[in-house]
Structure formats: structure tokens, C-alpha cells
């Protein structure tokens, strides 16, 4: 059975760092493209970032760009969301989703499996 099951996340002060992960079991990630997701209270659930397949292509919303990188362990069946910079207005829950496609979306229709969200807090 595919499964995603994200974790990492927390409570952090503005300027501090998390990083969250996502663990892959059931399927071959390496044949996924991955992304990061994530939906405020009264808020629609928006894009963060993508990692494609192989990892060579890479995509960020303009609000974490410079601030978060993704990652990618297939061997390890995981996938990575360095959070630096926080900000209250990364407050959420984040979710990483699944799709078999070469190259990066940033629409959440476009992805097939998604793991529970882990919740991330930024609050002094």
C-alpha cells in the first residue's frame, strides 16, 4: 500500500529553521515526482515546492524562494523540505504529495497520493 508520512514539524520562533520529511513506503519513489504543499486556516492549499524524479529539476513559490530547499534520498525513500527563515506567514499544515510525471507541478490536482500534513508553527 503507498504511503506518505510526513514529519518535523513544530513550533519555531520567526528566524529559526525546521526541516520536515517525507517518508515513503509501498511504491518506488524514485519514480515519482514529489512535492511540497501546504494549507493555512481559511486558506487554500498552495504549492511550495517540487523536486522532480531524478531530482535535477527543482521548483519554489515565490514566498519561500531563497528561504527553503528540497531534497531527495531515493535510496533512502525520502524526501526533504528545509524550512530556513521562518516567518509567521509559514504557518500551516504542509503535506507532501505524489505523481508519477517527469517534471515538476505546483497544482495539487495534478498529484495522486498525499501523506496526513504535519503542522508547522511560527510564533514568537
Known amino acids: 500500500q503507498l504511503q506518505l508520512v510526513e514529519s518535523g514539524g513544530g513550533l519555531v520562533q520567526p528566524g529559526r529553521s525546521l526541516r520536515l520529511s517525507c517518508a515513503a513506503s509501498g511504491f518506488t519513489l524514485a519514480y515519482y515526482t514529489i512535492g511540497w504543499f501546504r494549507q493555512a486556516p481559511g486558506k487554500e492549499r498552495e504549492g511550495v515546492s517540487c523536486?522532480?524524479?531524478?531530482?535535477?529539476?527543482?521548483n519554489y513559490a515565490d514566498s519561500v524562494k531563497g528561504r527553503f530547499t528540497i531534497s531527495r534520498d531515493n535510496a533512502k525513500r525520502a524526501v526533504y523540505l528545509q524550512m530556513n527563515s521562518l516567518k509567521p506567514e509559514d504557518t500551516a499544515v504542509y503535506y507532501c504529495?505524489?505523481?508519477?510525471?517527469?517534471?515538476?507541478?505546483?497544482?495539487?490536482?495534478?498529484?495522486?497520493?498525499w501523506g496526513q500534513g504535519t503542522q508547522v508553527t511560527v510564533s514568537s
Open positions: 523536486i522532480s524524479m531524478s531530482g535535477g529539476s527543482t
Open positions: 504529495a505524489a505523481v508519477v510525471r517527469p517534471r515538476c507541478s505546483g497544482s495539487a490536482a495534478e498529484y495522486d497520493y
